[in-house]
């Protein structure tokens, strides 16, 4: 099983509790709302698996993160730490502020944040380990960590950098650059499942 990271497409976001985000959705809205902002109905169907297309995200999140939490600390702010590494839904949209939602059927609250805030923190922690650039900018099909895995370990060792000196944290940095752009190129929410 474990913990994944993937987007989802309308059916799901705007489904029943039983068949998808339904709750998370209507909550978001009614939450949009009060702030006086129009509510997240704009979300793309989802699309039929077509590896490479960039059309899906979908990430295992399998490496330690010890060494990620690390990375952080050293370029981002406390704020900024929380605001990276603390939501469980990104938007594609703006929000001034995290918002948290309780929902009653969950073990927990969510906390939805805007990818175009959580961009430039991620492009941040890829400046500072020199990610390269050949990382998989599509992720349909755990591309992401299957690079790391496999295909990272040679460049790793021909292409200097700190990116290579710790591959489970370059990953982790991968991951949530590759999910703010995702959710800002398809204007749809990624989500921790």
Not at 16 to 44: F, I, K, M, T
Not at 73 to 96: I, K, M, N, Y
Not at 154 to 180: I, K
Request: charged share 25%; glycine share 10%.
């Amino acid at each position: 099983m474990g913990v994944y990271l993937v987007s989802v497409g309308a059916e799901e976001w705007f489904g029943g509790e039983e068949d998808g985000w339904g709750e998370v959705a209507s909550a978001l809205n009614a939450e949009l709302g009060r702030r006086g902002l129009p509510p997240y109905e704009e979300v793309p169907p989802a699309t039929g698996f077509v590896r490479g297309s960039g059309q899906a995200f979908e990430e295992k999140l399998i490496p330690s993160m010890t060494g990620f939490f690390a990375l952080c600390e050293a370029h981002l702010s406390r704020e900024e730490q929380e605001l990276l590494c603390g939501w469980t839904v990104l938007v594609p949209f703006s929000l001034d502020e995290e918002i948290w939602l309780p929902i009653e059927s969950g073990e927990f609250d969510s906390m939805v944040v805007g990818a175009p805030e959580v961009l430039p923190l991620a492009e941040k922690l890829a400046a500072a380990i020199d990610l390269p650039p050949d990382t998989p900018a599509a992720c349909d099909n755990l591309d992401l960590g299957t690079w790391f895995r496999r295909r990272a370990k040679e460049p790793a060792g021909t292409r200097t950098g700190p990116w290579g000196e710790d591959l489970d944290s370059a990953f982790y940095v991968a991951l949530f650059l590759r999910a703010a752009q995702h959710s800002i190129r398809r204007g749809c929410p990624v989500v921790f499942t």
